[in-house]
Nanobody, 127 residues
Framework: QVQLVESGGGLVQTGGSLRLSCAAS????????MGWFRQATGKEREFVAA???????????YYTDSVKGRFTISRDNAKNTVYLQMNSLNAEDTAVYYC?????????????????WGQGTQVTVSS
């Protein structure tokens, strides 16, 4: 089993920044994909970003179009932690953000492919 704990959410004004963290524990050797998804009130959960890795130093980041150029996903292998740096936030980014983990998967954008999920952290962007 893998346990995921998110942190870093909060309230921020339009144009501001937040950094989300997702710390993994347990059988972390079994995972090589971690993703961020978000779910706004009344909407379906959607893919935000993911990172896959083949070794300690080689990472492959992916983003949904609406966050490209604004969000950056990164990984600290030593801490078993994935980060989501979010800049230029706007009201459409308001949602509960979830961290997820899986072994190497091809469809990293599909929530159904992830085996482990965190509890979620609220991000609210006010105008």
């Amino acid at each position: 089993q893998v346990q995921l704990v998110e942190s870093g959410g909060g309230l921020v004004q339009t144009g501001g920044s937040l950094r989300l963290s997702c710390a993994a524990s347990g059988r972390t050797f079994s995972i090589s994909t971690m993703g961020w998804f978000r779910q706004a009130t009344g909407k379906e959960r959607e893919f935000v970003a993911a990172i896959r890795w083949s070794d300690e130093r080689t990472n492959y980041p992916y983003y949904t179009d609406s966050v490209k150029g604004r969000f950056t996903i990164s990984r600290d292998n030593a801490k078993n932690t994935v980060y989501l740096q979010m800049n230029s936030l706007n009201a459409e980014d308001t949602a509960v953000y979830y961290c997820a983990a899986a072994p190497w998967i091809r469809t990293y954008y599909s929530a159904a492919r992830y085996e482990y999920w965190g509890q979620g952290t609220q991000v609210t962007v006010s105008s």
